[in-house]
T-cell receptor, first 115, second 113 residues
Framework: AQKVTQAQTEISVVEKEDVTLDCVYE???????LFWYKQPPSGELVFLIR??????QNEISGRYSWNFQKSTSSFNFTITASQVVDSAVYFC????????????FGKGTRLSVIA | DGGITQSPKYLFRKEGQNVTLSCEQN?????MYWYRQDPGQGLRLIYY???????QKGDIAEGYSVSREKKESFPLTVTSAQKNPTAFYLC????????????FGPGTRLTVL
């Protein structure tokens, strides 16, 4: 069975601080996808990034960066110089390799960035 | 504009009533999903459909029903058998590309009075 654990339920930081959101996953598959989504107060989930199990290179997109480590089954997300607009619930998710398979979501981490 | 629409945004129902939540997409995606979100619970899968006229139960299907008569539409009915239906419901689609990411609608917040 697949499982995603986001141990941090809520995090509060002051604006401009860096913050890392942790994600640990379990799967017996050798090939799989990992995802991060953002859910702002409006409620709609916004896709942020996809990573496949073959690619352990870190990725940076502006203030966002992702660290995928297969050896520790982790896919952590860092926001650099956080802003108030980053306040949201962030979900990590996992899926199998086959097309059109369900995603398994973690319970989410609520990030509050205080001005 | 391409996208996923869910209606209504807010829905109120009395106990014992069935209610249907709408989900429509014009992205031409094959697969569609329904999730339920409760505070602190993350997203839980209710039903999904990978192709027209076929659907599978998710983790919490009891008290819900769906249909998939058209590729564009995947309505969810919350029946009176669902004991605690007050929640936020999210519909998602998924394309048959190699990447599997899902795209979400704006959600419907259902409150049982």
């Amino acid at each position: 069975a697949q499982k995603v654990t986001q141990a941090q339920t809520e995090i509060s930081v002051v604006e401009k601080e860096d913050v890392t959101l942790d994600c640990v996953y379990e799967t017996r598959d050798t090939t799989y996808y990992l995802f991060w989504y953002k859910q702002p107060p409006s409620g709609e989930l916004v896709f942020l990034i996809r990573r496949n199990s073959f690619d352990e290179q870190n990725e940076i997109s502006g203030r966002y960066s992702w660290n995928f480590q297969k050896s520790t089954s982790s896919f952590n997300f860092t926001i650099t110089a956080s802003q108030v607009v980053d306040s949201a619930v962030y979900f990590c998710a996992l899926s199998g390799w086959s097309g059109n398979t369900p995603l398994v979501f973690g319970k989410g981490t609520r990030l509050s960035v205080i001005a | 504009d391409g996208g996923i629409t869910q209606s209504p945004k807010y829905l109120f129902r009395k106990e014992g009533q069935n209610v249907t939540l709408s989900c429509e997409q014009n992205l031409n995606h094959d697969a569609m999903y329904w999730y339920r979100q409760d505070p602190g619970q993350g997203l839980r899968l209710i039903y999904y459909s990978q192709i027209v006229n076929d659907f599978q139960k998710g983790d919490i299907a009891e008290g819900y029903s769906v249909s998939r008569e058209k590729k564009e539409s995947f309505p969810l009915t919350v029946t009176s058998a669902q004991k605690n239906p007050t929640a936020f419901y999210l519909c998602a689609t998924q394309d048959r590309t190699p990447y599997n990411e899902q795209f979400f609608g704006p959600g419907t917040r259902l409150t049982v009075l």
